[in-house]
């Protein structure tokens, strides 16, 4: 799993996992995971550690192997780092702030 901090024009910061572990049958309108997924553990990391911030699943730019949440425009830069930082820690993974998304082949 890889997890980003990243603005994209005409969007507040978003906080993005990806290649997360989905079956090749999951799709956005039929999501399919189980509690050891890591799609599941970030999203509920996600919401689990949003005390200072307010975040929305930014379902449009779901895919395979994606997961974005965009950061309410009210939330300080200070508290939206925090919180990415906190994300990453808890799921043992790398914070990437700043980078673009990666391209998700249509596999």
Do not use: C
């Not at 779901?62 to 925090?82: C, H, M």
């Amino acid at each position: 799993m890889i997890i980003k901090l990243i603005q994209l024009p005409a969007t507040n910061w978003l906080l993005i996992a990806q290649e997360l572990n989905d079956p090749v049958t999951w799709d956005r309108f039929l999501p399919s995971h189980t509690a050891d997924s890591d799609r599941y553990r970030f999203e509920t990391m996600v919401r689990r550690t949003a005390t200072n911030v307010s975040l929305t699943p930014r379902k449009e730019m779901l895919k395979a192997g994606v997961s974005v949440f965009e950061y309410d425009w009210n939330s300080e830069e200070d508290e939206i780092l925090a919180h990415a930082m906190d994300v990453a820690g808890q799921l043992d993974s790398e914070l990437i702030i700043g980078e673009q998304i990666k391209p998700v082949s249509a596999a």
